[in-house]
Each structure stands twice: as structure tokens, then as C-alpha cells.
């Protein structure tokens, strides 16, 4: 059976009851940084500013020259939301905010 300590299962606020698994070290690093970043009050930052704000933020040897960073963003911004832990401001565009649960 292989290994899979190195993984992380994630969810999706979009598809509740599906998880897939990622990589643990990649998940983990751009959860600091998102959760450095996002203000815990509404109405939040949008995504492209969370983006711009958490590139200075990553593991350098993770995410070279912030690649794939827009990717493992949305991944973990999904989860996130689907724990709980992040929410989405009312109206256009998405605005994301901590909720204050560290879960």
C-alpha cells in the first residue's frame, strides 16, 4: 500500500460530498498564506487581490515564481469554505473572509 502521509484530503463547497486527495506540504503552505493574508471581517478581499497579497508568502521552493499558485489558491479557498472557514461576501465580485474558526 503506498504511502500517503505526504497527501491531504480537501473538500469542495461546490461538491459537498466529494474529496480528493493533494499534496500535504503544497496545501499547507498556501493555507498560511492565504489565512496570513484575508482580513476575518466582511466584505473581504477579492480573489485577485488574495492572490496578489499571499504570492510573498510561499515557499519559493513549493511555488517557483508563484507558479501553479492560482491553482492550489482555488483548492484550498474550496475547502476551506466547505469547513467553514472561510465565507464569501454577499455580492460580486467573490470576496473572501476568515470566519474565526481555526479548525
Not at 506540504?25 to 471581517?41: C, F, G, I
Not at 492550489?72 to 472561510?86: F, G, H, N, P, T
Request: hydrophobic share 40%; net charge positive.
Amino acid at each position: 500500500m503506498p504511502d500517503t502521509s505526504d497527501r491531504i484530503e480537501v473538500r469542495n463547497v461546490t461538491s459537498p460530498h466529494h474529496v480528493t486527495r493533494v499534496d500535504r506540504a503544497k496545501y499547507q503552505a498556501m493555507r498560511h498564506a492565504l489565512m496570513t493574508v484575508l482580513p476575518d471581517t466582511p466584505p473581504g478581499m477579492t480573489v485577485a487581490e488574495a492572490q496578489t497579497a499571499l504570492l510573498p508568502h510561499l515557499d519559493a521552493a513549493l511555488f517557483p515564481g508563484g507558479a501553479k499558485a492560482g491553482w492550489w489558491m482555488k483548492c484550498v479557498q474550496l475547502d476551506l469554505e466547505a469547513r467553514s472557514i472561510l465565507a464569501r461576501g454577499p455580492k460580486s465580485p467573490v470576496r473572501l473572509f476568515r470566519t474565526g474558526s481555526a479548525a
